[in-house]
Nanobody, 125 residues
Framework: QVQLVESGGGLVQAGGSLRLTCTAS????????MAWFRQAPGREREFVAI???????YYADSVKGRFTISRDAVKNTIYLQMNSLKPEDTAVYYC???????????????????WGQGTQVTVAS
């Protein structure tokens, strides 16, 4: 099992930036698929970005060009740099790790077996 702890959330004005950090402990996560999801009040948890163990990165259309996911294997940490934030980005953001590959896209929450506690991001208009 991998333990995940997120940080970096907060309140920001529209157009601003935040960087979320997710630190893993318990075991080396280099072979894991790492991803960020988010969940707004009254909505289902949705995919934001993925960083595969081989290095490929993919993004939800809603954040493409504004968000960047990255991984630091030495620090066992992944990041989500969020720029040009919009009010609709407001949500609790979760870091997730998958020990196996269950689909070609890995964009469904149930495919991940390790989750952080979440960090709140609020974008004011």
């Amino acid at each position: 099992q991998v333990q995940l702890v997120e940080s970096g959330g907060g309140l920001v004005q529209a157009g601003g930036s935040l960087r979320l950090t997710c630190t893993a402990s318990g075991r080396t996560f280099t072979s894991y698929t790492m991803a960020w999801f988010r969940q707004a009040p009254g909505r289902e948890r949705e995919f934001v970005a993925i960083n595969r163990s081989g290095g490929n990165k993919y993004y939800a259309d809603s954040v493409k060009g504004r968000f960047t996911i990255s991984r630091d294997a030495v620090k066992n940490t992944i990041y989500l740099q969020m720029n040009s934030l919009k009010p609709e980005d407001t949500a609790v953001y979760y870091c997730a790790a998958a020990s196996g590959i269950t689909s070609s896209t890995m964009r469904v929450p149930s495919e991940y077996d390790n989750w952080g506690q979440g960090t709140q991001v609020t974008v004011a208009s």
